[in-house]
């Protein structure tokens, strides 16, 4: 496992990487999230795409260097879309992240989820609420469970599970990491959730190692979050200052902040 | 009828249970607005939620504290989802509010929120020739006149009227009251409005004298306009200022700025 | 042709117009563009309206005073309201504007651009890619070329083709034009295309000589763009301030910036 410092260095590798190749990531998300998590990855310097018009989508997906498949809105149009990308996806070896949201809300989604842990998504990011859903636990009893559960079912399932909250925790069914990065005003910015979730994405397409890739882009995107809340003097501001970070953001900065372990 | 001293205490109790309590505001909107009322709604204190799935839209507002209904995009499938979502929201004796945007432009969909009036709704939430268009005058002559067909309109139809605009007006058919905050640039932000209604609706859901609930929360979100108006440079930067200026919105600045009469 | 002081000149009337008149302007576009491309119009004293729903698109449309047509997204709904949005527009007489996005990534959507603009728009806004593809070139050897091709895809078409990139290129056909304002940082910033396509259509209707009216508004926007650079700390930060720079654009800035020959 690295030390915390080599971590740094391989996020500023990925970061480097990303702006160098300007990878293009497709993403099936809500309507409420797709600007948000365009800018985010241009700010990053990814390609976002967005379509899910059933014509398209294929041609789109098979141009991509990575998939989104966010559940943010579950209706039988994304549905389709859903199906066509991954058939897409699976024809290039593509990577493809899930992102569950909302699925403790609504039985017929969470249903769709778990059929989707069967299509071998690289990384499932997630919060414990839907976590819990996903995996069909009561709840879960502290930070320690919740590590241990995303190990579980990461080996289980043959995927990476990258669960998000004050502390990330990720894990691929043998290794775990612990994210202390971040800052509470992320979670009142709405899609800032999908948009880490892009972020990965577009990690995934440049560091074949997907382990460390979603370590690197979560832990980025949480020092991007604590340098924008220095200045912000509310959600509105720090919506905007996040980019700005991610887009400023130094091997220094991460060097400085990361706290991996 | 409270003081304006009072109002501005309960406008500031209201925002304070928002924020403690994070009621569940579902949204059926058009897209143009949903990003920015789920930021404004999540600045607020309150958790927002989108879907306008058939599947899972019922789920939702079971699940959630509030209702808002924006005609802002009237095709079927938004027709559809209002359905379900009423009726959901009848079995939970949910309040929910009705913002009937641009019906003077569109027959259809005026005759649709002349529909949807005759379902209940604690509020709505519209302009001047929105109104015209619900209640089928040529036009409004000044301010007097509208106050009295908002008074007139809310008696008739069991609702509360919001007619907002450089002054606001609202009338649940016995008081009225007269509401001079705000901001010029509000009108220049899109989805300003439909977000003002979203705040409507969440204060619904922690005062039950949905009067005073519509007041206090129309009148806070001016404030937050006149706050944010300081600083902004333009349209661009206001839309972000006055998110932040909702998320720090005292009870002294409700005070020395809230004009209800 | 006008000389570079007097297309300043023309611009900042142009601005003045659209200030005074707001004029509406209907958009087709995709979700990720409609909360920018409605926010950049308001800034410029333009209206936008934004519906897509079948029952309700022609009188919209009909009550608009320009058109934009933007293929960010290609599904059958939309198609749809391309058809009765044209309708509407062929009617009304409105000058309308075609952006081709992405057109070059999906064989369908190139095709249905190509029979668009048999459909008399009075401009195609577009970037090289999608020019050749729209056009069916291999690909463009430099920027005279780009030029030249413009100016005769321009007259075989009888449109205006505005060519956009580091430098614009503008032609009618007869006459053409290189604009050399803007910012790298557009680029970065999802939807700003799309959003300076809309105000291209909000120029058509307030300048009758579409060619002026689309070099003035390019122009224009770059200028912005050169303003909204100087304070801004990265994408996020820019995004805003070309909003609040384009609302409070003036002749000076116009005099002293704009790079048209």
Not at 19 to 41: D, E, F, G, K, M
Not at 146 to 175: F, P, Q
Not at 225 to 241: H, I, M, N, V
């Amino acid at each position: 496992m690295p030390a915390p410092l080599e971590l740094a260095d391989i996020a500023a590798d990925l970061l480097a990487r990303l702006r160098a190749r300007a990878p293009r990531v497709h993403c099936i998300t809500n309507s409420v999230a797709q600007a948000y998590t365009a800018n985010v990855l241009l700010a990053a310097g990814a390609v976002p795409s967005m379509t899910i018009a059933p014509g398209e989508i294929g041609a789109f997906v098979a141009g991509a260097d990575a998939l989104l498949v966010n559940l943010g809105t579950f209706d039988q149009e994304r549905k389709s879309a859903i199906e066509a990308a991954l058939a897409a996806a699976r024809d290039k070896n593509l990577p493809w992240l899930l992102d569950p949201v909302f699925i403790e809300r609504s039985p017929p989604r969470a249903q769709f989820a778990r059929d989707l842990v069967g299509r071998a998504p690289a990384v499932v990011r997630l919060n414990a609420a839907e976590f819990a859903s996903l995996a069909g636990f009561a709840s879960l009893a502290g930070e320690d469970a919740e590590g241990d559960a995303a190990l579980r079912y990461a080996k289980t399932h043959g995927t990476i599970v990258a669960l998000t909250g004050a502390v990330d925790r990720v894990s691929d069914g043998e290794r775990r990491m612990r994210i202390a990065n971040g800052d509470p005003l992320m979670g009142l910015v709405t899609a800032m959730g999908c948009a880490g979730s892009a972020l990965v994405a577009a990690a995934l397409s440049v560091e074949a190692d997907a382990f460390l890739a979603t370590v690197a882009a979560l832990a980025a995107f949480g020092v991007a979050g604590e340098l924008a809340a220095q200045g912000a003097r509310g959600p509105g501001s720090f919506a905007s200052a996040i980019i700005d970070a991610l887009y400023n953001l130094s091997r220094a900065d991460l060097r400085a902040r990361m706290r991996v372990s």
